[in-house]
């Protein structure tokens, strides 16, 4: 007994001293605008909404297992939202407003997404984000004859610098607690073994749009806190897709076990993609392209297995050694499961067999 | 004794192939109630509709006199239907305790503080032994080892009836000495147990009533050497064994 009572002082200790490190990396991460450069502030603005990013999207995909492209879909509902609110509403009440419309989209899709699986979310929640931005494009050309929309308010870059450094404590300490709970377990059940899951007793369904919705909201707040940034903001640019695929490999590369593991995906991405906006403008995308490319394929030992890791638990065997012929055809088993064939070609060919088997019987 | 799970004819058809075709059965608590038949004769897929896993095309399920036919799987777990699978089913890369701790906190009914379910879900994992194995992930166990770790999980929803899809199968003699008699100490504690088995000696030792399926319908009822007599049972299973 004298042992569990020390352990417990023990463990009491070292959750004191966590929690006493993190305050006070927070209380110096807030004083960062007063010591830094503009340069260097805006940096850490991009810092921190990918961080908010990041850690979002791991909420949902890193528990559910379910790749989400949405991302840029959210952020950019955020933003856009602020963008067209922000001459009748006030800044505040126009944020509220963008996490209201952001968790609406996200309890449609997720009623809508339930039944899709595998590929098919990921292509669905990229065809959905793009819808969107073509919806807006379309609205803001035919309906109300705009390119895009002025942002012209008191908020400037320290201010939404230290709103998405409370965010980012907020989206961190929901990503802690979940870890922690009864909805966490549930979560990772599901991500695991549906059946199973619904076994247990977990309605699995409820469970996968609501931690839908939260993600959501962290992702529709951080673009709504964005759009005070940039004094013009059109539809494509809201809802610029390269944030989805961004947000995606900085979760790969930083990983999804600790919670804490988005940051060392975030910051050297973000230092190695503004390297190559500033010295390479035209060839950016391409050149990002290339990374990502170079990151899944031709990382060392370490990195390969820190990525075969995920694949294993993202729960699809993605061989990338056998070049592009072999994901495809992944791609398309994947695609012609749930859907096309409900029990794939192996259903097909055990039902003949069944067909046959029961006179097999008879004859005896 | 009165019936606590009632089955009415139930049926479901898998395209053309009838799995289960026109059954009816009951089972009281602290029953145990054989399944048995040849492969591919529908007790699976009976449990599977039982348990809620996959909906019938015709028939009626009664749980404690509430009629369940159309109520989603989790929600029958909340009403004490459970069941293990017959291909043990567990999350590869979670350890052992975390489906069962999953089970306490979702299916066990009432509120249980998530700081005590670690707790409640160890007890379980040591009422079927394998409380050493609980932080081990499920491909480090032993078969046997599976097997009871799933059985704790069905148990820690705390199930009036219980489901056991040949969990006695594919045993080694002492392993399924063990495994009868948790089965029979299940009974004993008033679950209502349906006892889908090949293995014959655990049939005659557990159960107080057989059913014998053969191609989805039920061809035979009765006391277990009553009906392991029976002319048309011994028909079936030679029919299955030279398959
Ligand atoms: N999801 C499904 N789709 C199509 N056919 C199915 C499906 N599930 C089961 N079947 C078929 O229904 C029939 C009954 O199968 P079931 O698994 O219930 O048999 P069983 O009695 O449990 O056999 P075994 O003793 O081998 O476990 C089989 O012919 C099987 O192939
Ligand atoms: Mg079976």
Redesign the pocket.
């Known amino acids: 007994m004298a042992a569990s009572a020390e352990d417990r002082r023990r463990r009491r200790t070292r959750t004191a001293a966590a929690i006493g490190a993190l305050v006070a990396l927070v209380a110096v991460l807030a004083t960062v605008p007063l010591l830094t450069s503009d340069y260097q502030l805006s940096f850490m603005v991009n810092v921190m909404s990918y961080l908010v990013l990041t850690i979002a999207w791991a909420l949902f995909s890193g528990t559910t297992r379910l790749v989400s492209l949405a991302t840029s879909a959210f952020f950019g509902i955020g933003m856009y939202t602020v963008a067209m609110s922000i001459k009748i509403l006030p800044l505040y009440a126009s944020f509220a407003l963008a996490i209201v419309v952001g968790a609406a989209v996200a309890l449609v899709v997720g009623v809508l997404t339930l039944r899709l699986s595998g590929m098919f979310f990921v292509i669905f929640s990229f065809g959905l984000s793009e819808m969107i931005r073509e919806l807006m494009v379309w609205w803001e050309i035919n309906q109300t004859h705009t390119m895009g929309r002025y942002v012209y308010v008191p908020f400037d870059t320290t201010m939404i610098y230290e709103h998405l450094l409370g965010l980012a404590v907020v989206v961190f300490l929901v990503g802690w607690l979940l870890r922690r709970s009864r909805l966490g377990i549930a979560l990772l059940v599901i991500g695991e073994d549906e059946t199973v899951a619904r076994q247990v007793g977990i309605n699995v369904p409820f469970t996968k749009v609501a931690i839908f919705i939260v993600s959501a909201m962290f992702m529709t707040l951080t673009g709504a806190l964005m759009a005070p940034r940039f004094s013009f903001i059109n539809p494509n640019f809201a809802f610029n897709p390269l944030v989805s695929f961004v947000v995606v490999i900085m979760a790969l590369l930083g990983g999804l076990q600790k919670l804490w593991a988005p940051v060392l995906g975030v910051i050297p991405l973000i230092i190695l993609s503004e390297r190559l906006q500033t010295q390479f403008p035209f060839w950016y995308s391409v050149l990002l392209g290339l990374v990502f490319m170079v990151i899944v394929y031709f990382l060392p030992r370490g990195v390969t297995g820190l990525l075969e890791d995920i694949w294993k638990a993202l729960g699809r065997p993605l061989a990338l050694p056998r070049g592009f012929t072999g994901p495809l055809l992944d791609a398309w088993a994947w695609l012609s499961r749930p859907i096309f064939l409900p ?1 794939g070609l192996a ?1 097909i060919i ?2 003949r067999w ?1 067909k046959i ?2 006179r097999a019987n008879e004859k005896r | 004794m009165a019936a606590l799970l009632e089955v009415e004819n139930l049926r479901k058809a ?2 053309g ?1 009838v ?2 075709n026109d059954l009816s059965l009951a089972v009281a608590a602290g029953e145990v109630l054989g399944l048995i ?12 509709l039982i348990a809620g896993t ?1 909906r019938p095309d015709a028939g009626k399920i009664r749980m404690a006199g509430e009629d369940v036919t159309r109520l989603a799987n989790h929600l029958r777990v909340r009403r004490r239907i459970n069941r293990t699978f ?1 291909l043990v089913r567990a999350p590869p890369n979670m350890p052992a305790i975390g489906t069962v701790m999953a089970a306490v906190l979702y299916g066990a009914g009432e509120r249980v503080r998530f700081k005590d379910a670690g707790y409640e879900a160890a007890g379980w994992l040591g009422e079927m032994n394998v409380l050493t194995k609980a932080d081990r992930r499920f491909d480090q166990l032993t078969y046997i080892e599976q097997k009871r770790v799933e059985l704790a999980r069905a148990l820690a929803t705390r199930p009036r009836v219980l489901l056991l ?2 969990w006695l199968s594919g045993l080694s003699p002492s392993e399924l000495e063990g495994g009868m008699s948790v089965v029979w100490s299940l009974a004993a504690q008033g679950i209502a147990v349906i006892l ?1 088995e ?1 293995v014959m000696t655990a049939v005659r030792a557990l159960c107080h009533r057989v059913i014998v ?1 053969n191609a ?1 319908a039920k061809v035979a009822e009765g006391r277990p050497d009553a009906v392991l007599r029976d002319p048309e049972v011994i028909r079936a299973y030679l029919g299955d064994e030279d398959a």
């Open positions: 029990r259903g055990e039902e069944l088997m029961p | 898998f395209g192939l799995a289960v038949g040849p492969n591919g004769s529908g007790k699976t897929t009976l449990l599977n996959i017959q899809d040949e889908v090949h399926m989805g």
